[in-house]
């Protein structure tokens, strides 16, 4: 049985939803990078993705409109969401893909100070304790030699840390919002990856900061819509568990999505993992992992 007496499944299903989600974003480096390939760059390819998602789910459930219409706080989950996804899939794709997402799994670090902000929950001497770990893990990943403070060295360092905070304010605002129905919650997502990246595309585009919308074709169409329906799945998994647990938890379990994309950026990618990134990782990884064994009690409140 779990801490508060609900069956121990409560909690365990939850994790397997998020352990799949972290898998679907672990390995969605190699699809961005496959499109761009194609020339189909990520903003396009998370703006295409992420609309046809919304259209599938407008044809499941069209009264999810209704129900995201009848929540104006969800507005700032729309945000939130493309931005994160905006900011991870181009990160991952012009940068190494293990320094980016330890980068943007300094999560935990913001989702606390949001935690305290949005829900009310106090910043103990044992959160500012693993903050200060997080952050020093970070400058050890940041580090380059003759370069000065460990400070982020290019647009996709910048792009990892942005993207974290959107994740954390994401993970709160799911939990703010847990009385919304699910395909609220769940829309609100997926339009907020259009309605973000699309017109950033097409802004940058036209300064020719970026590639324009290539011919349609056969081999980019389906791969953008075979990316929408694995993003789908991964972030319906997402919102149904980050509901129902504490923030701190959803944050340790998501944390597996670090090993799925290291594992995958060395067999696919062919990427190196130096000591000094595999050794500040490990200090991300502790603090956010002793803020959720330490709150696991906590499930259900």
């Given amino acids: 049985m779990a801490a508060n007496g609900k069956p121990e499944a409560a909690f365990l299903l939850p994790v397997a939803l998020l352990v799949f989600n972290a898998f679907i974003w672990g390995v969605s480096w190699w699809p961005f990078r496959q499109l ?52 991870f899939s181009w ?4 940068g190494e893909v293990v320094r980016v997402v330890l980068l943007f799994y300094l999560m935990p670090v913001w989702a606390a100070l949001l935690a305290r902000w949005l829900l009310g929950e106090r910043i103990t001497a044992a959160i500012l304790g693993r903050i200060v770990l997080a952050l020093a893990g970070a400058a050890i990943v940041l580090y380059q030699p003759g370069m000065g403070l460990p400070l982020p060295s290019g647009l996709a360092d910048w792009l990892g840390l942005s993207g974290g905070v959107a994740f954390a304010t994401v993970n709160v605002l799911l939990r703010r919002n847990a009385a919304a129905s699910d395909e609220a919650r769940t829309l609100a997502l997926f339009v907020g990856g259009g309605a973000v990246a699309l017109p950033l595309a097409a802004l940058l585009a036209s300064s020719g900061a970026i590639a324009a919308v290539p011919a349609p074709a056969p081999a980019w169409i389906a791969g953008a ?5 694995a993003l789908l799945a991964g972030n319906v998994a997402l919102q149904h568990a980050a509901a129902r647990l504490p923030a701190s938890v959803t944050a340790l379990v998501m944390l597996s999505e670090i090993v799925f994309a290291a594992l995958s950026s060395v067999w696919l990618g062919g990427e190196p993992l130096e000591p000094r990134t595999l050794a500040g990782g490990a200090m991300i990884v502790l603090a956010a992992a002793l803020a959720a064994v330490l709150q696991r009690g906590r499930i259900g409140d």
């Avoid at 760059?41 to 209704?66: D, E, K, Q, V």
């Avoid at 819509?225 to 329906?229: D, E, F, G, K, N």
């Fill in 91 to 94: 990160g991952v794709m012009i």
């Fill in 36 to 87: 761009n390939a194609l020339g189909l760059h990520s903003l396009w390819a998370t703006g295409f993705a992420f609309a046809f998602a919304t259209l599938l789910i407008t044809l499941w459930r069209p009264g999810a409109w209704r129900a995201l219409a009848a929540r104006p706080g969800l507005a700032w989950l729309v945000l939130a969401s493309g931005v994160t996804n905006v900011a």
């Fill in 225 to 229: 819509a075979a990316l929408a329906l």
